[in-house]
């Protein structure tokens, strides 16, 4: 069969370039080895799909090059999606963040993104592996389990490594080494952390516990949400965001109440309260578990009359800076992302096309290319696979 344009992975960003590259005329084929197509947007958000954020920019992104991004986002927008996505009266509103989830199920966007293909005259294979890709004189020849197909460009967009029960595979990174491309060390991202020996003996029984809002913070980066305490570690969207900047054995600091200055409110509290155990007093800031917990770990906890100004002070900068010892990541099997991936410099950022093989094109999860939790990658997985169906 020839084709002008194989795309392979009906992913957010596949099937967002097949619908561009069909509206232009061109004859697309997308493939994929999966059951269904668009099996993580079906997943994400709960089942509703955070389909994009209204405040996305560049600042949002992760990669090695953090202009390379700039170009597409701008390109295809937020509000390009959300046009396509009232087009199809799909009913959707903000969480929280700028969060733009659908009212009823990812379904919906998966349907739409079908029916615009369709609309197209995009062809869409699942149950369909790939086994061997060559370049050839015109175009490139790619074997399938259902035969050989010809294509002028190649499109890759097989997403990258987290969840694979999903059907996520080093396909794409494998694709580019063979073509010569460089690939960029890849993790997981925005992923629960675990902790060992005694750090997860002292707090494994709190699984459940939340707080509806830390500040974790790494480096300079931090991020204000909630964080949940699990049977592994700690998780909760705080966590997950500042994942995808801890490295192991970096420092990562909890701020525990950071919209509350917690010295002067246990100041407050003392002349209240004054014959309260500590443990106690703060466990109407902290969940009462966990306010147990770190008196009895590390703050210790006497009557508050018994203390002074400077030690109540002390106390909250310490809740302010608390120092979780992590001692590594739940790994792809929960991640929401692969960071790294493909690397930019061999990419154009206008295009996304190889700047070693010309037709070959890279989009999505498989660039190194990765947002912060909150619609920002399915953002990405648009414009990016925007960006190359305006040309392949
Ligand atoms: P994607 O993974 O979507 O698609 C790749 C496709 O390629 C898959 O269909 C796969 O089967 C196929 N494939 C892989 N290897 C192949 C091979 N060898 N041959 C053929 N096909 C192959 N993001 C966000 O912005 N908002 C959200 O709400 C969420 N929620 C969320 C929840 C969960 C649980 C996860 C795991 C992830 C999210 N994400 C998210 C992230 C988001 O799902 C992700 O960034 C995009 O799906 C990436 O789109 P891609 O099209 O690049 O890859």
Known sequence: ??????????????????????????H????????????????????????????????????????????????????????????????????????????ESSKLVVRMLLDECAAAGVRVETSCAVEKVRKTEEGFAVLTAKGEVHADSLVIASGGLSIPSMGATGFGYELARQFG???????????????????LEHYQDLAGVA?????????????RAGLLFTHRG??????????????????????????QDIGDWLVAQRA???????????????????????CELWLGSKPMRQYRDAELHDTGARLHDWPIVASGTEGYRTAEVTL?????????????????????????????????????????????????GEVA
């Not at 194989?6 to 509206?23: K, S």
């Not at 491309?181 to 750090?199: D, E, F, I, Y």
């Not at 700690?234 to 919209?259: F, T």
């Open 28 to 103: 697309v084929l997308v493939l994929d080895h999966a059951n269904k197509p668009g099996k993580k947007i079906l997943m994400s958000g709960g089942g509703r799909c955070n389909f994009t954020n209204l405040g996305v920019t560049p600042a949002q992104y992760l990669s090695a090059n953090p202009h390379f991004c700039k170009s597409a986002l701008a390109r295809y927008t937020q509000w390009d999606f959300i046009t396509l996505v009232e087009k199809h009266r799909i009913a959707y509103h903000e969480k929280e963040l700028g969060q733009l989830f659908c009212d």
């Open 1 to 26: 069969m020839k084709v002008d344009v194989l795309v392979i992975g009906a992913g957010a960003a596949g099937l967002m370039c097949a619908i561009t590259a069909g509206q232009r005329g061109r």
């Open 181 to 199: 491309h460089n690939v960029l060390p890849t993790r997981a991202g925005l992923v629960p952390l675990t902790l060992s020996g005694k750090h």
């Open 211 to 223: 707080l509806p809002v830390a500040e974790t913070r790494v480096d300079k980066r931090h991020f």
């Open 340 to 388: 790294g991936g493909v690397d930019t410099d061999e990419l154009s950022s206008a295009t996304m096309q190889s700047k070693r093989v010309p037709g070959l094109y890279f989009i999505g999860e498989v660039v190194d290319v990765t947002g912060w939790l909150g619609g920002y990658n399915f953002q990405w997985a648009w414009a990016s696979g925007h960006a190359a």
């Open 272 to 294: 209240a309260r004054p014959a309260a155990e500590l443990r106690n007093v703060l466990g109407d800031l902290l969940p009462r578990r966990l306010a147990q917990r770190l």
């Open 234 to 259: 700690i998780s909760g969207p705080s966590i997950l965001q500042i994942s995808s900047y801890w490295q192991p054995g970096g420092d990562l600091r909890v701020d525990l109440s950071p919209e």
